[in-house]
């Protein structure tokens, strides 16, 4: 049976999806963190690139993707969407379970589609040198290789949890050339205020973000890039769910359910915007399906309000789902879904019911991520085990009412670079980790306590 | 300008070829250890599957792949044919640089294509356990996802300068399912042996392989794998290049050179026969290229003659290239090239002038290996890294040239296990490893002189 789809190169999309003139009720103006007032294009100037910024609020359907952009895509792009048939016989399940398989890009997921864009813009307006933060290493990887790629300096800062975790990682940035610090470290203020806090923590995406910032606010010819949460970076990742679309039509099917996991949300917007306009398009009734950690479950359990998307308050505000932005999650394996917020296009259309969040436990992901990896032999990174455990879940409710749903996998990466945490989960040295403390509660006050167990 | 060339996967081959009709020279008998007389094929039957003895000796041009087999290979095959333009514009080269990528497969490199097949046909012969030895932990990982697929056991004796490089190498082992023994261990005579000698040893491939025969023998149902050397783990890799034959059709061209690493022998057999087949049948004048580490020179320094497989002196006699089956080569990062033998087929061609062999040295090497990253994205593992290297090398010289030639790369696996070895090379750490020390020469006779210094 054929379980490969793979769509020829010449058939790579052209141009990507802007969801903002499709999105039932528009987005609420981000606010400038001094005045509190909505912010101005020009405000964000310094920050980003100056097409990036209009990206951000462009109400083109459409964009063109820059020829060189698309001549660096044709590294890896398009990607192939398998048919997972070992895994649904293994579930004994009449559901159909499809993957877009992002982990073929150069550094194993799907975040160089925004990085390479990215890093494009920002060279052709003259800027030498990128600062930005990573989580789980995913992010700042990309990034080094699309600063490589354009021949542009590049600093990241990792959350200390996963420098500490992942070497190779960090060897991977080192070999694209960018230069890497732990976070928080004393290269900034907002690091130094961290470290004298706590000398100990584990980090946080929004503390590295607050660093990352800094820096490029101190940098000359340096601007910054990010990994996720803004309208850009949600557009650029679209370019998986277009290839998707075709490749499901090579298939012959079209999906029930869409389901991929969320930290910053451009993994999830990336796979499911596309579809949810066909859905929209042609009245199909299209479910949507955005996994988190139950330790951050910003979608799940956050409120949806005006918060900082970093720790320091240097950011914009954004309307989104968040956790407070001085939330700081315990140092599960999943280290790119550990951030307080979500993406405000992802938040809108939770808000406006059309997509389901859903939050599952590190435990009960990393059994599923064990079931697919023995099954169809490729190793989820433990972010993708997430929409991996929530595919499982559904194709086994599947076996039980016999319902022959169509499922497909937003699979953002594989796991070669977190194969400590398979042997952690395969030796049993895995904690539950599933306590949610929000911020402010009694057992929240003190940090310590939470990351002092052994999470990871 | 179209740089990938993706098979549909309704073209997958179903037949493997079979070069032994082919041969310009028949090949010598395997001689018994014992009687050192032609080796009768039921002598072999306790080791190998009956139906790997066949086809080790079959006259068969073509042979089926099963359906279960072409049932496994479909989740990751075929794979993609790559045409490397960002690295031909770095070098301002003529040529045109093409790769078959296998690393693609479920565990990273070519070894799942012999894996699978080998694993199938014991399991219908009635085989419950497979033993089997691995340097870098490619084979052993192929083998245990291999194993684990059709619900048998498998224990792996692992080199030990690999088991303590690439604990995540372990860990995707055990992720699969096989239980895995740093070599030399105390679970067998041979590894008890060579500890008595010297408990600090690298060990090599062919004291693992001692170890594994030794436990395969000793075990009830349990039957023994290797990865590479023998005519039928050759015959199951040629589906690499009878792929990559269509895809460069697809590409409108036909490669001038083809050129691959050789440990074994069998990476190298797979992309390159089937292009053999077809200059002899064409009368098309095509280069082959076997690259091999200049500390473990089999194929240009060593002898033509019939030698062990294995350092105990358990296996049948091959007439091949070989270092003298008591070589213990130093543990550079290539451990998958640190084999003292050489596939007897491999041999055979370049006795008859049909392959050219070359050596280089490991930092040269991570040179190239480093460049290519940087331009293709892609980051080789270290023994695909010595063909990288042939092949910059050959278009350096089309470069100065102004030859137009078309040089494929058999591209066997990433490097995403590796990223130590790479740290090593970025940071400077990694030493020359350049002198190649015979057997019995003065030098040589004390192996702790050598692997006292720091290779890796």
Redesign the interface.
Known sequence: ??????L???DLPKRWYNVLPDLPTPLDAPLHPGTREPIEPAALLGLFARTCVEQEMSTDRFIDIPEPVL??Y?????TPL?RAI?LERALNTPAHIYLKYEG?????SHK?NTAVPQAYYNKIEGTRNLATETGAGQWGSALA?AC??FGMGCTVFMVRSSYDQK??RK??M????ATVHPSPSDETKAGRDALAQNRDTPGSLGLAISEAVEAARGGIGTKYALGSVLNHVLLHQTIIGLEAERQMEMAGESPDVVVACVGGGSNFGGIALPFYRTACEERRATRFVAVEPTVCPSLTRGQFRYDFGDTAETTPLLRMHTLGHKFMPPPIHAGGLRYHGMAPIVSRLVEDDVIDPVAYNQLDVFASA?LF??T????PAPETAHAVHAAVEIARECAATGEKKTLLIGFSGHG??D??A??AY?SGELAQAETYIPLGSASGASCASVTSRLYC
Chains 1, 2 share one sequence.
């Not at 073929?104 to 194993?108: D, E, I, L, R, V």
């Not at 080192?174 to 050339?177: A, C, P, T, V």
């Open positions: 049976m054929r379980t490969m789809f793979t020829d190169q010449n001549d660096v044709r590294r890896w792009r398009p398998l070992h073929a890009s150069p550094t194993g160089t290789f490589q790629t070497p190779y060897a991977m080192s070999l694209f050339g064990v990896a023995r169809e032999g490729i190793i070669h670079f194969m400590g398979y042997s395969l």
